[in-house]
């Protein structure tokens, strides 16, 4: 049985500047991309969407494509797993978690060996680790 998720958006390390943004706004045709902008002339929704915010949590990322290929607006964009800024500190929608073990899975990363990111409540994951073949629980 063919797993139903995607393979996270992995590409090579890459260091983030001050003119690197993340479009959260859906009415731009940029919706859910990063992009680059002109660090000299920066548009006024940039302040919003950086991704150098000085924000310890974003320190290290890792994209998770989520509504991508096209991206749908309004059905969520900018989807990372970053350093948890409190163990019972909710996200809008990522996956964060002590900086320790983010560290662990980006040095574990690879892309060439396609790996899967699989998210689910503990009792739907006892249901289908084996059909998937994941991990046991």
Same mark, same amino acid.
Request: with cysteine; charged share 25%; aromatic share 10%.
């Given at each position: 049985?063919?797993?139903?998720?995607?393979? &996270?958006?992995?590409?090579?390390?890459?260091?983030?500047?001050?003119?690197? &943004?993340?479009?959260?706004?859906?009415?731009?045709?940029?919706? +859910?991309?990063?992009?680059?902008?002109? &660090?000299?002339?920066?548009?006024?929704?940039?302040?919003?969407?950086?991704?150098?915010?000085?924000?310890?949590?974003?320190?290290?990322?890792?994209?998770? @494509?989520? +509504?991508?290929?096209?991206?749908? $607006?309004?059905?969520?964009? &900018?989807?990372?797993?970053? /350093?948890?800024?409190?163990?019972?500190?909710?996200?809008?929608?990522?996956?964060?978690?002590? @900086? @320790? +073990?983010?560290?662990? /899975? /980006?040095?574990?990363?690879?892309?060439?060996? =396609?790996?899967?990111?699989?998210?689910?409540? =503990?009792?739907?994951?006892?249901?289908?680790? =084996?059909?998937?073949?994941? $991990?046991?629980?």
């Amino acid at each position: 049985m063919k797993r139903p998720c995607r393979r &996270a958006g992995i590409t090579p390390t890459t260091g983030l500047t001050d003119a690197d &943004a993340w479009v959260d706004d859906p009415r731009s045709p940029h919706y +859910n991309e990063h992009i680059v902008v002109d &660090a000299k002339n920066l548009p006024p929704w940039f302040s919003r969407e950086r991704m150098r915010s000085g924000d310890f949590a974003y320190h290290w990322l890792i994209e998770i @494509e989520h +509504n991508e290929h096209p991206a749908v $607006p309004g059905e969520g964009s &900018a989807i990372f797993f970053h /350093i948890r800024r409190g163990e019972t500190r909710p996200t809008s929608g990522c996956t964060t978690m002590a @900086e @320790e +073990n983010l560290v662990r /899975i /980006i040095s574990w990363l690879r892309q060439d060996k =396609q790996p899967e990111y699989v998210l689910l409540p =503990q009792a739907e994951y006892e249901k289908k680790w =084996q059909a998937w073949g994941l $991990p046991a629980p």
